[in-house]
Structures are given as structure tokens and as C-alpha cells.
């Protein structure tokens, strides 16, 4: 069983940055895709940003490219999602996820485990 600690969420105002890591207990970490997603309140969860297990590729959905990125470092077992120029809407509980195998990054159910996930709140 993989366990996933997201950490680094909290409030900003409008502009402001983040970075969130999430940190794994498996020592298989450098075979896992990572992705990140966010739920806010009385939406769905959403895809955010994918990246492959090699840290070669990255994925991103669109309202956050060019604001937004993933990164990881394998001898860590920690993704990071670096967020900048944060805005309002992007408020929401963000949850780190791994993906054994597979290449289906923007969609939840391909990813095999999930952190408890962690606030984050912007203010207007």
C-alpha cells in the first residue's frame, strides 16, 4: 500500500503563490505517474497537472498553463505542484495522486492512490 501526505496548502491573496509537495512512503516512487487534482465546493474533482514517472513529460489543464507546475524528485519521493499568480477560482482542496502504468493522466479513476488532500484558499 502507497501512502500519499499532500502538505503546503493555505491562504494567499489574489496573486500570490503556493507550493505543494506530496510525499510518498513507497520506495517504488520513480515507477509512479503523479498527478494533481482539485475539488472545490459543489463541483467535481478536476484534473490539474500530470507528470510521467520519469519527469520527462508534463500535462497540464488549461486554465492553469503557463501559472502552474509540476515537478518531482525521485530520490525524495516527493511532486510538487508550484502555483503562481494564484487566482480566486482556484480555491479548492487539491489532492496528489499515483498512477501505476497507464497513461491516462487527466482522468481520476486511472490513478491507483490519493492523498487526504490539502486546502487551498484564495482571497479576492
Known amino acids: 500500500q502507497v501512502q500519499l501526505v499532500e502538505s503546503g496548502g493555505g491562504l494567499v491573496q489574489a496573486g500570490g503563490s503556493l507550493r505543494l509537495s506530496c510525499t510518498t512512503s513507497?520506495?517504488?516512487?520513480?515507477?509512479?505517474?503523479m498527478g494533481w487534482f482539485r475539488q472545490a465546493p459543489g463541483k467535481e474533482r478536476e484534473f490539474v497537472a500530470a507528470?510521467?514517472?520519469?519527469?520527462?513529460?508534463?500535462y497540464y489543464e488549461d486554465s492553469v498553463k503557463g501559472r502552474f507546475a509540476i515537478s518531482r524528485e525521485n530520490a525524495k519521493y516527493t511532486a510538487y505542484l508550484q502555483m503562481n499568480s494564484l487566482k480566486p477560482e482556484d480555491t479548492a482542496v487539491y489532492f496528489c495522486?499515483?498512477?501505476?502504468?497507464?497513461?491516462?493522466?487527466?482522468?481520476?479513476?486511472?490513478?491507483?492512490?490519493w492523498g487526504q488532500g490539502t486546502q487551498v484558499t484564495v482571497s479576492s
Open positions: 513507497g520506495r517504488t516512487f520513480s515507477s509512479y505517474a
Open positions: 507528470i510521467s514517472y520519469s519527469g520527462g513529460k508534463t
Open positions: 495522486a499515483a498512477m501505476i502504468g497507464g497513461s491516462d493522466y487527466s482522468h481520476a479513476k486511472a490513478y491507483n492512490y
